[in-house]
């Protein structure tokens, strides 16, 4: 495919490169183009290696979530995790430790007497822990989700199909005050 430069391209090269003579200024086109297309390659090939990567994470989730699946075994199946995926870059060891010193709430399933001890637990792992702390809102939502079981969790559901059939991301406090207008005992002190 050919193309050709404008009046106006051709006279701001120029500008640009004052007393250089035509040869003087297509081999700069040249070069620069060359340096043009190696960079486009090397991002091309950096693009290549990203995608592959997601793709054996895809991989690794998929197998995830299949072995999280229970079977019938009594939920007693173990998850044996797949060798990680080495980073292009090396990363830096973490400065404290890892493992959170919070304990993970308990499940709730819809007893007034014990729900505002449970959220409460549920906000201090959401606001301290930092692997939580650092999920996006869906994310923390999700989390929230999984601490609930039987009618507490089915009443979560449709809160968040209200907020996803209004296009609005699920938020965690307004995902609390939903649980408050059923669960929190406003007699209680």
């Known amino acids: ?3 050709h430069l404008t009046p106006e391209q ?3 090269i ?3 490169h004052p007393g250089a003579n035509d040869t003087e200024i297509m081999t700069r086109l040249l070069t620069t183009l060359g340096n043009t297309q190696t960079q486009n390659s090397e991002l091309q090939q950096q693009l290549n290696r990203q995608a592959q990567q997601l793709q054996a994470m ?3 989730l998929a197998g995830y979530s299949e072995q999280n699946r229970v079977g019938g ?3 007693t199946d173990t998850i044996t995790p797949s060798p990680p995926i080495a980073p292009d870059m090396p990363q830096s060891p973490p400065i404290a430790s890892t493992k959170s010193i919070i304990p993970k709430p308990s499940e709730f399933g819809g007893d007034r007497k014990e729900y505002m001890v449970w959220r409460r637990k549920v906000e201090n792992k959401m606001k301290y822990d930092r692997d939580v702390a650092r999920m996006g809102d869906g994310e923390r939502v999700a989390y929230l989700q999984f601490f609930l079981v039987g009618e507490a969790a089915k009443y979560m559901e449709h809160f968040v199909a209200r907020e996803e059939a209004q296009m ?3 938020q965690v406090p307004d995902a609390l005050l939903y649980l408050d207008k059923r669960y929190k005992d406003l007699h209680a002190a």
């Open 1 to 3: 495919m050919e193309r």
């Open 10 to 12: 051709v006279s701001a």
């Open 14 to 16: 120029r500008a640009q």
């Open 58 to 60: 895809d991989a690794r």
């Open 73 to 75: 075994s009594g939920g």
């Open 168 to 170: 609005r991301t699920p």
